[in-house]
């Protein structure tokens, strides 16, 4: 048996404690994703940094689109936002052209864009560069007392 300790190296940096989180997604053309994420999302805008990359502020995290010509995308979910209510909230998405994704395989089956996975219900859907994006319910447990 390991008598290391599982205690964290002393440091004066605790990322999860104080770190900004910033969430970095390519896009081919900056300002058509803008205009999705602006429009359909209605994410505020913060503006575009020196390197070119387009920043937005959610919460206490930030989306930054930067270009990449060439493109990438991530095969799973590259972000998703935490809602009170899923089903309003795809309703209002959809409202702006939004268009979620239906599955229907084992273990995964929408009903009305949404499906329950564990302690969550899930609602995907793509923006106008391939990323994957979501939207989430917390059902209860832990993490919906502390909201």
């Known amino acids: 048996m390991s008598t290391q300790s599982l205690a964290p190296p002393p440091t004066t940096t605790r990322l999860g ?3 900004q989180v910033t969430c970095m997604l390519p896009v081919k053309d900056l300002a058509r994703a803008r205009d999705f994420y602006e429009r359909a999302l209605g994410l505020p805008p ?3 940094k020196p390197d070119g990359k387009f920043v937005y502020r959610c919460g206490g995290t930030e989306l930054a689109l930067f270009p990449k ?3 990438t995308k ?3 979910t590259a ?3 935490r809602v009170e209510d899923i089903a309003s909230a795809v309703a209002e998405l959809k409202s702006r052209g939004v268009r979620f994704a239906d599955y229907d395989l084992p273990g995964l089956k ?3 864009h949404v499906c329950v996975l564990g302690a969550e219900r899930a609602a995907w859907f793509e923006d106008t560069e391939g990323n994957i994006l979501c939207l989430h319910e917390d059902l209860g447990g ?3 007392a502390a909201r």
């Open 110 to 112: 929408t009903v009305e």
């Open 69 to 71: 010509p060439e493109g």
């Open 17 to 19: 404690q104080s770190a």
């Open 142 to 144: 832990p993490a919906a």
């Open 46 to 48: 913060v503006g575009l």
């Open 79 to 81: 972000l998703s936002f």
């Open 74 to 76: 991530a095969e799973h």
